[in-house]
């Protein structure tokens, strides 16, 4: 509905105080920066959350998140976070995987046959469930290798359906269909789902992890995902966090970003292996 004064009429009282207050509480937890033109997305993804502890306007909440800190901050990060993926998005890193990295590390097995990967920032679990995928693909007897994915992401509930691994069937239509066999099981009573088998699951460990705290795992990585992750972060954070996956990597480990993000000044530590692909020197 349209008032006069051409603006939309919103459910909750929302002031560019609470917006200031909320965004503020976002960048300091999770380094996730939110300009200007992200009050309508925080509205609408806060409304719910405001609907179920019965608020009537932002100042309420922001009140309530204030005096209930522990409580609720999770709650809070939970709804502002952005959650996009998909199996194999970005498919040049998988086949970097498959064509490059896993023949490599195959030849020359640096520390044996082991090989460690990150996906930091997992979201619901495409990218690793993808990477495992790639791996038992183009690692010849992986059974004698030692192989581990950690993956992991700041909002719990992503975490949650990480270590479910049910998907809708038409989530997993980019995926080729000797997999989607191998990989996908039926589950009785809900045909429009799939669940992934834990022969693939083994593969992995999730955590809840938020970037910006201490880690609590050593390295060193083979390869790190951070694929459209530091794209909400501004350039400060952004930076400080490269290094931080510098010192994690193994020497001559992958860093893979996102499509529209760029490791600016901290570049001259990496080699460019094409998109988005950069190898530590
Ligand atoms: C758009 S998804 C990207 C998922 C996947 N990497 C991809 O490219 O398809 C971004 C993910 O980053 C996570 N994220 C944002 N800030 C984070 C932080 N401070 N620590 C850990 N994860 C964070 C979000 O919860 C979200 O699941």
């Known amino acids: 509905m349209n008032t006069k ?17 909320i965004k503020e509480l976002v960048y300091n937890v999770s380094g996730i920066h939110l300009s200007e033109v992200k009050q309508d997305m925080v509205y609408s993804r806060l409304a719910k959350r405001l609907r179920a502890l019965n608020f009537k306007s932002f100042k309420e909440y922001c009140q309530y998140l204030e005096s209930n800190f522990d409580k609720e901050v999770g ?3 939970n709804s502002i976070t ?5 199996f194999f998005r970005e ?3 998988f086949d970097t995987i498959k064509n490059t990295i896993v023949p490599e590390l195959v030849r020359t097995q640096p520390r044996g046959k082991r090989i460690r990967i990150w996906s930091a920032g997992c979201s619901t679990g495409e990218e690793p469930y993808s990477t495992a995928m790639s791996l038992v693909d183009s690692i010849p007897n992986i059974s004698q290798w030692d192989v581990e994915i950690l993956a992991t992401d700041l909002d719990t509930n992503v975490v949650e359906h990480c270590k479910a691994g049910v998907y809708e069937k038409r ?4 995926i080729d269909e000797r997999n989607v066999k191998r ?16 022969e693939l699951k083994k593969y992995i460990t999730f955590k809840h992890l938020n970037l910006m705290d201490k880690w609590s795992f050593a390295g060193p990585f ?10 909400y972060f501004d350039k400060p954070t952004q930076q400080k966090l490269f290094a931080r996956y510098h010192e994690m ?6 860093l893979f970003l996102g499509h529209s993000e760029q490791l600016g000044a901290y570049q001259k530590y990496f080699d460019v292996l094409g998109k988005t692909t950069f190898r530590k020197k």
């Open 171 to 174: 989530r997993i239509e980019p």
């Open 75 to 77: 709650n809070t990060i």
């Open 82 to 86: 952005t959650n996009l993926t998909h």
């Open 249 to 254: 990597l193994a020497p001559g480990g992958y």
């Open 91 to 93: 498919v040049h890193h």
């Open 5 to 21: 004064n051409n603006k939309v009429k919103r459910e909750f009282l929302f002031t560019q105080n609470d917006f200031l207050f």
């Open 222 to 231: 083979d390869i790190i995902f951070c694929r459209n992750v530091v794209i």
């Open 183 to 198: 990989w996908f099981k039926p589950i009785e009573g809900k045909r429009e789902r799939v669940i992934i088998d834990d």
